[in-house]
């Protein structure tokens, strides 16, 4: 069946490090891939998407990696800083139906200062 | 300000008591979706809406009912909650979800935090 996964459920972080979050996806038409951070007590918010015909983009101290050979997609944040402590989740399209979206178990960043 | 809202953002009830989580968004999103979280599973979509009187289920729909009689409105029912819908609620908007737009970049409210006992 389809399923978004990631690696590890948390991950500490040294402020002023790269922090590279990971996911393995199994839906291999999927046209797009997203990721979401969510602070304690909020709602999930968008921080970087990309295409399948992509393999690299990048945001604001943001990479989004995608590696469609093993089905692997990666966070990478530049310069972790106290603020990115969150839960991290990757996000893709369920099946060929576009409109529902699969979320992965999240990963909780934890920045040291 | 661009924003999604729900309420309540806390709720306890009991068993059998129907209930209505409220969603409202001002963006003119045609896209609307209901997600719960709870520990271990992450976000769950429950219902989904691709505009208005256009509704379908997502992965757990079972006990949850949903109405799109407004763009900017998507109530969440639940007509005789149980105690396994214990969660942390999401509503969610976006223009539109897909290929032929934006990729899923979804706007969500604060959440609701519901208890059933």
């Known amino acids: 069946g389809e399923s978004v996964g990631l690696h590890l459920p948390t991950l500490s972080v040294q402020e002023g490090d790269n922090s590279i979050i990971n996911c393995a996806y199994s839906?291999?038409?999927?046209?797009?891939f997203i990721w979401y951070k969510q602070e304690s007590g909020k709602g999930p918010q968008f921080i970087i998407d990309?295409?399948?015909?992509?393999d690299k983009r990048q945001g604001q101290r943001v990479t989004v990696l995608l590696n469609k050979t093993v089905k692997h997609l990666s966070l990478q944040i530049a310069a972790t800083q106290p603020g990115d402590s969150a839960v991290y989740f990757c996000?893709?399209?369920?099946?060929?139906?576009?409109?529902?979206?699969?979320f992965g178990a999240g990963t909780t960043v934890t920045v040291r200062a | 300000e661009a924003q999604v809202t729900q309420n309540p953002r806390y709720l306890i009830t009991v068993t059998g008591k129907k209930l209505t989580v409220t969603c409202s968004q001002n963006?003119?999103?045609?896209?609307m979706s209901w997600y719960r979280q709870d520990p271990g599973l992450g976000l769950r979509q429950i219902y989904y809406?691709?505009?208005?009187?256009?509704?379908d289920k997502g992965d757990v729909p079972e006990g949850y009912k949903v109405s799109r009689k407004e763009k900017r409105n998507f109530p969440l029912i639940l007509e005789s909650p149980s105690p396994n819908q214990t969660s942390l609620y999401f509503c969610?908007?976006?223009?539109?979800?897909?290929?032929?737009?934006?990729?899923?970049?979804?706007?969500f409210g604060e959440g609701s935090r519901l208890t059933v006992l």
């Open positions: 969610a908007s976006s223009f539109h979800v897909g290929t032929t737009a934006n990729t899923g970049e979804l706007f």
């Open positions: 839906n291999s038409a999927s046209d797009y």
């Open positions: 990309i295409r399948s015909n992509m």
């Open positions: 996000a893709e399209p369920k099946g060929s139906n576009d409109y529902k979206l699969s």
């Open positions: 963006m003119n999103h045609e896209y």
């Open positions: 809406s691709m505009n208005v009187e256009v509704t």
